[in-house]
């Protein structure tokens, strides 16, 4: 019987990675204004940002981490969207971040917020080649029926920012008996630490 890592129902954050917007040819990308929406969800709140979408014939920007598309949060862009929460229960903010280190400044700086926690997260350029993605994570505690959540870049250039990408909100009241090393998904590490614990447990 699918549990909610399964099925999704875990997730409130709405286009995580980006996919659903404008139509784009590959290696193309649009440019988003302040106070402008793009696809379900993400409304641009400061600055404007880059709504990417890449391929192996054009990752001078580094691929996505999910699916098509990423979005460059440029010099000082914000996306932000309202997510419908409860009142005291726990949640966890995941997102994947690279940079477009073509440019500087060559530490790219994202400020991530959930309702009240704010957290700030760099990625270190190495050389101008094509970026690693890396996982940042926030958790805390839902005080009302909406909260908002927002990304903002706090050192990026003009047109070499921070990246973000696989952005998304779960609620951990939830229980998912499969998840047992807590990535969020039911895999093969699951499974490996399960056989590795096979056995009578110790007295």
Same mark, same amino acid.
């Given at each position: 019987?699918?549990?909610?890592?399964?099925?999704?129902?875990?997730?409130?954050?709405?286009?995580?990675?980006?996919?659903?917007?404008?139509?784009?040819?590959?290696?193309?990308?649009?440019?988003?204004?302040?106070?402008?929406?793009?696809?379900?969800?993400?409304?641009?709140?400061?600055?404007?940002?880059?709504?990417?979408?890449?391929?192996?014939?054009?990752? +001078?920007?580094?691929?996505?981490?999910?699916?098509?598309?990423?979005?460059?949060?440029?010099?000082?862009?914000?996306?932000?969207?309202?997510?419908?929460?409860?009142?005291?229960?726990?949640?966890?903010?995941?997102?994947?971040?690279?940079?477009?280190?073509?440019?500087?400044?060559?530490?790219?700086?994202? +400020?991530?917020?959930?309702?009240?926690?704010?957290?700030?997260?760099?990625?270190?350029?190495?050389?101008?080649?094509?970026?690693?993605?890396?996982?940042?994570?926030?958790?805390?505690?839902?005080?009302?029926?909406? +909260?908002?959540?927002?990304?903002?870049?706090?050192?990026?250039?003009?047109?070499?920012?921070?990246?973000?990408?696989?952005?998304?909100?779960?609620?951990?009241?939830?229980?998912?008996?499969?998840?047992?090393?807590?990535?969020?998904?039911?895999?093969?590490?699951?499974?490996?630490?399960?056989?590795?614990?096979?056995?009578?447990?110790?007295?």
């Amino acid at each position: 019987i699918p549990d909610c890592c399964e099925t999704g129902s875990c997730l409130i954050a709405s286009n995580g990675s980006f996919e659903a917007g404008t139509p784009l040819n590959a290696c193309a990308s649009e440019t988003v204004a302040s106070g402008n929406a793009r696809g379900t969800g993400w409304m641009v709140a400061a600055g404007s940002v880059q709504r990417v979408r890449a391929s192996s014939a054009c990752n +001078t920007q580094g691929a996505p981490k999910f699916g098509d598309f990423f979005v460059d949060l440029l010099d000082a862009g914000e996306i932000r969207q309202a997510i419908a929460t409860t009142p005291g229960k726990s949640y966890r903010l995941t997102f994947w971040l690279s940079g477009d280190c073509a440019g500087g400044p060559a530490t790219k700086r994202v +400020t991530a917020s959930l309702g009240s926690v704010t957290q700030t997260f760099e990625h270190a350029c190495v050389g101008s080649a094509v970026q690693a993605w890396r996982s940042c994570t926030l958790e805390f505690i839902a005080n009302s029926a909406i +909260t908002n959540l927002s990304l903002k870049s706090l050192a990026g250039g003009p047109s070499n920012g921070p990246l973000v990408d696989g952005v998304r909100v779960e609620d951990i009241s939830i229980s998912c008996a499969g998840d047992v090393d807590g990535d969020g998904e039911v895999g093969g590490g699951d499974i490996g630490l399960v056989l590795l614990n096979f056995g009578p447990c110790p007295q």
